[in-house]
């Protein structure tokens, strides 16, 4: 199940959904010239360098030695990409739904928000799996955050989405309570599967606790925002 678009306009045009989107292609452009030109030697130094590495984060957290360098990574990751599959579906849901949550939040807001939607999926993911040495990067925590804010506030909305059925595909509209809620479910019997069935918290190389805190993050936030513009709405009509 694939989304491809919903049925939700918005009112401006989304710069800072479009600018993430344009950042993390330039910066996955600069990973292929580097591979092209460094080999795998010099695109892995580029990753643990700019990667989250729990072990190294947890490991210089409990000494109290944390550099900046190794706390900036909990954003650099996120415009890092493990392939071209990985960047591609990441900024097909981000361009889907981020525009109408950064519709909803406002411009600069939005940017906070998915920078640390971000952050505190990383952070989930080191503290499930802080013994790990294997380098975290992708954009799909703070996206996460993103899906969890959308369902909150817009659960109703329409999204376009092919079904796959072997060789075979039909695309139908579902409210976007369905497709996120599917998604979600997901990412929590996989990351919960995981650690089950291997004793860590990444199967393949998905960090799917790193997006069940993305997406927690979000939804919580999107109910605040909810509850506020509720209240102002209540306020404006006594007055």
Known sequence: MIPLRDANPTRRTPVITVALIVACALVYGYQVLLLARGGDA?????ITRWGVVPAEL???LRSGTVA???VVTLVTSQFLHGSL?????????LWIFGN?????????????FYLVGGI???????????TSTVPTIGASG???????????????ARVTTAIFLVFFYQLIEIPAIFVLGFWFVLQLFDGLGSLGAMGQATTGGVAFFAHIGGFVFGAAVALVVRARSGRRRTGRTVG
Do not use: W
Not at 101 to 109: P, Q
Not at 120 to 130: E, M, N
């Open 42 to 46: 010099a695109l892995g130094q580029l």
């Open 58 to 60: 947890v490991d210089a």
């Open 68 to 70: 900046p360098g190794e």
């Open 85 to 93: 599959i990985h960047i591609a579906g990441n900024m097909l849901f």
């Open 100 to 112: 109408n949550i950064e519709d909803r939040f406002g411009r600069l807001a939005f940017l906070v």
């Open 120 to 130: 505190v999926a990383g952070l989930t993911q080191v503290t499930i799996d802080p």
């Open 142 to 156: 703070a996206i996460a955050a993103v899906l969890g804010a959308y369902l909150v506030l817009f659960p109703g």
